[in-house]
């Protein structure tokens, strides 16, 4: 099976401006996550949707936001972009739902999309 | 709310030497806890995980950890290190989502 793709893998953008990302899970995956990797605060959540909706949001502003469409397909979107928006953006996919509470389901992540924002 | 810590920065071990790479956790209720690796550039790799069971997990490239409920603990090993394990190492724990800790860099000197 392939993997977890992501597009563009890289990107640049100016304050102010808004970005769109794009996740496609690995086929028979329902889940895709999204986190944020920086240096100075490592990884952190994003959101989780699983059957196109929204399950579950880590502590970001609501210029963060994404959708799922009906193939498992994900697509995360940054507006009023800020310089400390500038980070790698990572998807990941499983089969089943991940978040809102404890499970044991694995992650498979993509090569993740580089933002850099000047 | 759960967390794991790795306390160390910086691993440094000669090729053929075995590693470790520490890993810490703070729980309620049963720990699911994950290993990934990352390479430059590249995203997240799932090497192994605990949910439940043996307290030795075997996983990927030769890696296994060991889960110690006395000591909060789920260490990564691996009896002998290649120069191309040197990589960011993540450990995690699951929560309401998934809680990573700050990564430990691994490199391995020929």
């Known amino acids: 099976k392939a993997g977890v793709t992501q597009t563009p893998r890289y990107l640049i953008k100016t304050r102010g401006q808004q970005v769109t990302l794009s996740c496609s899970p690995i086929?028979?995956?329902?889940?895709v996550s999204w986190y944020q990797q920086t240096p100075g605060q490592g990884l952190q959540f994003l959101f989780e949707?699983?059957?196109?909706?929204?399950?579950n949001k880590g502590n970001f502003p609501g210029r963060f936001s994404g959708r799922q469409f009906s193939n498992s397909r994900s697509e995360m979107n940054v507006s009023t972009l800020e310089l400390g928006d500038s980070a790698l953006y990572l998807c990941?996919?499983?089969?089943?739902?991940?978040?809102?509470?404890?499970?044991?389901?694995?992650?498979?992540f993509g090569p993740g999309t580089r933002l850099l924002v000047l | 709310a759960q967390s794991v810590a790795q306390p160390e920065d910086q691993v440094n071990v000669a090729e053929g030497n075995p590693l470790t790479v520490k890993c810490t956790y703070s729980?309620?209720?049963?720990?699911?806890l994950f290993w990934y690796v990352q390479y430059p550039n590249r995203g997240l790799q799932f090497l192994l995980k605990?949910?439940?069971?043996?307290?030795l997990v075997k996983g990927s490239y030769g890696f296994e950890a060991e889960f110690n409920k006395s000591q909060t603990s789920f260490h990564l090993k691996k009896p002998s290190a290649l120069v191309s394990d040197s990589a960011l190492y993540f450990c995690?724990?699951?929560?309401?989502?998934?809680?990573f800790g700050a990564g430990t860099r691994l490199t391995v000197k020929p």
């Open positions: 990941a996919s499983s089969p089943r739902r991940t978040s809102g509470g404890q499970t044991g389901e694995t992650q498979y």
């Open positions: 086929s028979g995956h329902r889940s």
């Open positions: 949707y699983f059957s196109e909706t929204q399950r």
């Open positions: 605990y949910i439940t069971g043996d307290n």
């Open positions: 729980v309620s209720g049963n720990p699911y």
């Open positions: 995690a724990v699951r929560d309401n989502d998934m809680r």
